[in-house]
C-alpha cells in the first residue's frame, strides 16, 4: 500500500516502519488459520491422552530436551515419553 508505505511499498525492507502502528500478524485477518485448531486439538487430544496413560512421565531427564533451533518457535526437538512405569530421576 504505497499510501501507508511510500513509493519504495513493493520492497522488503524489515527495518521499515509503517506508518500508524506497527505490522502484525498475530490477531485480526492476519491470525494464523490454524491457532484455533491447535487450540481445540489441545483441549480435546490431551485429556483424553492423560485419561488414556495417567502414568505418562517424561523418558528422559528434563534438562535433556533439546530445544529447538529456531527464533521464531520456543519448543522442544522432541519430547520422549514413557506411558506407564517408573519417572525418570
Known amino acids: 500500500d504505497p499510501d ?4 519504495d ?3 522488503f525492507d524489515a527495518t521499515r516502519c509503517p506508518v500508524g502502528g506497527h505490522t502484525s500478524f498475530g ?3 492476519h491470525a494464523c488459520p490454524g491457532a ?3 487450540r481445540l486439538e489441545a483441549v480435546t487430544a490431551l485429556p ?3 485419561a488414556r496413560f495417567p502414568g505418562i512421565h517424561l523418558a ?3 534438562d535433556a530436551l ?3 533451533p529456531s527464533l521464531m518457535l520456543n519448543g522442544r526437538v522432541d519430547v520422549p515419553v514413557r506411558l506407564g512405569g517408573r519417572p525418570v530421576d
Open 4 to 7: 501507508r508505505y511510500g513509493d
Open 66 to 68: 533439546e530445544r529447538f
Open 48 to 50: 483424553a491422552l492423560l
Open 36 to 38: 484455533q485448531l491447535a
Open 60 to 62: 528422559v531427564p528434563d
Open 27 to 29: 490477531h485480526g485477518p
Open 9 to 11: 511499498a513493493a520492497s
